[in-house]
């Protein structure tokens, strides 16, 4: 009996086996690991648009007024602006007008405007405190406008959760994107996908190059 003959079939058939397992494997691991990035992109994609959309431009507008308002005071000699005393009124007024309600706008038209970007499944209250205080003071400007300078300030107070908000959001979210855009998977997508762009450019650059007619002198 030949024995080579019997079992060459057989291990024909196992190699085939293994072959097509290992195939599979393969595959799902690609899908898998495509899969994953793809949500890893979606993901990055999600927390830049909400730096550069909502939680950028607030805390940027957040800064500034905190700081001009601590400028103010420290000029004023005071601690808080409350009481505004009739020999401020007018400064009072110039920097509500001029620097704090420009900035309240910016805040409060980002906030109504992109209201869908926020974090939270719900809006938080701080956000909408702010847009009730911004509101209290346009009704304050308008008493201005026409000479009635009862009101000093908005009738609804401000905040004081909104600037912590707004800073640990923007530090949340600009943690996660510089993680999102370090990740060792990340990094090896990009590191692919470049250099297969890059090659195809090539290709192109020397196909182009190859069907170009000679330059007459």
């Known amino acids: 009996m030949d024995l080579p003959a019997i079992f060459l079939p057989n291990s024909l058939q196992g190699a085939a086996i293994l072959t097509v397992v290992l ?77 704090f309600m420009p900035l309240n706008d910016v805040r409060e038209k980002i906030i109504i405007e992109k209201a869908y970007l926020i974090i939270e499944e719900q809006m938080p209250h701080c956000l909408l405190d702010f847009v009730t205080h911004v509101v209290g003071y346009k009704a304050v400007a308008a008493q201005w406008a026409e000479g009635d300078f009862t009101e000093r300030r908005s009738t609804i107070g401000w905040p004081p959760e909104f600037d912590l908000y707004v800073e640990r959001s923007y530090a949340a979210l600009k943690a996660e994107q510089t993680r999102l855009l370090h990740g060792s998977l990340w990094r090896l997508w990009r590191h692919l996908f470049c250099r297969k762009r890059k090659v195809a450019a090539s290709g192109s650059r020397a196909v182009s190059k190859a069907a170009k007619p000679p330059q007459k002198n």
């Open 23 to 99: 195939a599979f494997f393969g595959y799902l691991a690609t899908f898998l690991s495509a899969r994953m990035l793809a949500r890893r992109k979606d993901k990055l994609e999600l927390v830049t648009r909400r730096l550069n959309e909502f939680y950028g431009p607030l805390y940027v507008a957040s800064e500034a007024g905190t700081i001009a308002y601590r400028s103010l005071l420290k000029k004023q000699g005071k601690t808080q602006s409350f009481p505004i005393l009739d020999s401020e009124l007018k400064e009072w007024m110039l920097w509500v007008t001029t620097i």
